[in-house]
Antibody, heavy 121, light 106 residues
Framework: QVQLVESGGGVVQPGRSLRLSCAAS????????LHWVRQAPGKGLEWVAF????????YYADSVKGRFTISRDNYKNTLYLQMNSLRAEDTAVYHC??????????????WGQGTLVTVSS | DIQMTQSPSSLSASVGDRVTITCRAS??????LSWYQQKPGNAPKLLIY???SLQSGVPSRFSGSGSGTDFTLTISSLQPEDFATYYC?????????FGQGTRLEI
C-alpha cells in the first residue's frame, strides 16, 4: 500500500536550517508529482511547495519562496524540503502529499502523517 | 492567488442529521475543487475530487456539487466517525489554496 513517512523535524532556532525527508513506498515514485503541505498548531492547511515527477518543475508559496527548496531523489524514492532562514511562523507539522493523476491532478490522494518543526529560541 | 472561503467555520449537529458545508472561490475554478476530512492527530483524507467525484473507499453518504465559484459538501446522514474538520481546496492553479476549514462537532 502507498506509504509516505516524513522525518527530520525538531526544534530549531530562528535563522537556522533544517532538512525534511519523506520516504515513499508502495507506488512508482518517479511517476508522481509531490507536494509539501504544512499545518501550524491549531490552524488550517497551507500548501508549501510542489515538484514535478521528474524534478524539473518546482513551485513555492510566497511565504517560503527564496528560503525553502524542494527536491527529490527518484532512485531513493525520497522527497526533501530544505528549509533555511527559519522563522517562528514556520512552526508547523509538515506533511508530504502525493498528487493524484487524471481527474485528481493537483489534488492530494495520499498524505504522510507529518513531522513537527518548531522554530523557537 | 485564488482565495477559498468556507462557511460555516464550525457547525454542531447530531448523528443522523443532513449537513451541508459551503466553499466559495474568489474566481472561477470550473470544477477543480477537492474536499478533505481531517481528524485530530491525523493527516487529511481525500473525500471528493473534481467537485463531485467520490474518492475510492469513501462512503456514499458524502457528496459534492458545484462549479465555477460555489461548491458544497453534503453528508446525508451523519455518523459518529464523521465528526471532524473539513477543508476545501482548489486544484485549478498553483499556488494551491485551501479553505480555512469547517469544524463539525457533536
Amino acid at each position: 500500500q502507498v506509504q509516505l513517512v516524513e522525518s527530520g523535524g525538531g526544534v530549531v532556532q530562528p535563522g537556522r536550517s533544517l532538512r525534511l525527508s519523506c520516504a515513499a513506498s508502495g507506488f512508482t515514485f518517479s511517476n508522481y508529482a509531490l507536494h509539501w503541505v504544512r499545518q501550524a498548531p491549531g490552524k488550517g492547511l497551507e500548501w508549501v511547495a510542489f515538484i514535478s515527477d521528474d524534478g524539473t518543475n518546482k513551485y513555492y508559496a510566497d511565504s517560503v519562496k527564496g528560503r525553502f527548496t524542494i527536491s527529490r531523489d527518484n532512485y531513493k524514492n525520497t522527497l526533501y524540503l530544505q528549509m533555511n532562514s527559519l522563522r517562528a511562523e514556520d512552526t508547523a507539522v509538515y506533511h508530504c502529499a502525493r498528487e493524484g493523476m487524471g481527474a485528481t491532478r493537483r489534488s492530494f490522494d495520499y498524505w504522510g502523517q507529518g513531522t513537527l518543526v518548531t522554530v523557537s529560541s | 492567488d485564488i482565495q477559498m472561503t468556507q462557511s460555516p467555520s464550525s457547525l454542531s449537529a447530531s448523528v443522523g442529521d443532513r449537513v451541508t458545508i459551503t466553499c466559495r472561490a474568489s474566481q472561477s475554478i470550473s470544477g477543480y475543487l477537492s474536499w478533505y476530512q481531517q481528524k485530530p492527530g491525523n493527516a487529511p483524507k481525500l473525500l471528493i475530487y473534481a467537485a463531485s467525484s467520490l474518492q475510492s473507499g469513501v462512503p456514499s453518504r458524502f457528496s459534492g456539487s458545484g462549479s465555477g465559484t460555489d461548491f458544497t459538501l453534503t453528508i446525508s446522514s451523519l455518523q459518529p466517525e464523521d465528526f471532524a474538520t473539513y477543508y476545501c481546496q482548489q486544484s485549478y492553479s498553483l499556488p494551491l489554496t485551501f479553505g480555512q476549514g469547517t469544524r463539525l462537532e457533536i
